[in-house]
């Protein structure tokens, strides 16, 4: 409601699920695998998209506030599209480095699943989201992550006991994700 709204939506959902199936295949080819291997591992069809806005009005005293805290996404992918007001910053480096706005263009997290999937070979994304003081920063996310039953675990493909041993556990991403929320250990 209203239906403009809800047609408009799921075009753009469309267009997320097949950018996002090609990101996928990339990844899954640097990591020397076939192109279907890390969308086929997240749940084929059954990986879930779910879209969030966030709204950072003007803050005056913006020095003493975060937008959100450091952290890393626990799905697999995070596509994001800002309103072109600064704040999102990633850790690179030993420090906090600002991610510039360019019109038009959509930004790309790696996070958690596709760390565990690849067993650390890609890292999930830790940033963080400033506020401004003059300016109203919104942004649109939309997080790829594997349906709740799904059991994701460091693909067999890229562990070997001797070179390459499991970096992470496997599990339910639904017992991954009340863990990662309660703060206790993997």
Known sequence: TPQQCREVTEEYNKE???LTDKILELLS???GLEPNTLKSSLG?????AEMKINHYPPCPQPELALG???HTDMCA???LVPNGVAGLQVWKDGNWVAVDCLPGAILVHVGDQIEVLSNG????VLHRTLVNKERTRMSWAVFIAPPHDKVIGPLTQLV???QSPPKYSTKTFAD????KINKLPQ
């Open 16 to 18: 997320i699920l097949k």
């Open 77 to 79: 992918l995070t596509l």
């Open 68 to 70: 959100v805290e450091p």
């Open 160 to 162: 070997d006991d001797d």
């Open 121 to 124: 070979k890609y890292t999930g």
């Open 44 to 48: 084929g069809e059954d990986i879930e």
């Open 29 to 31: 080819e640097g990591l």
């Open 176 to 179: 991954y994700r009340y863990r």
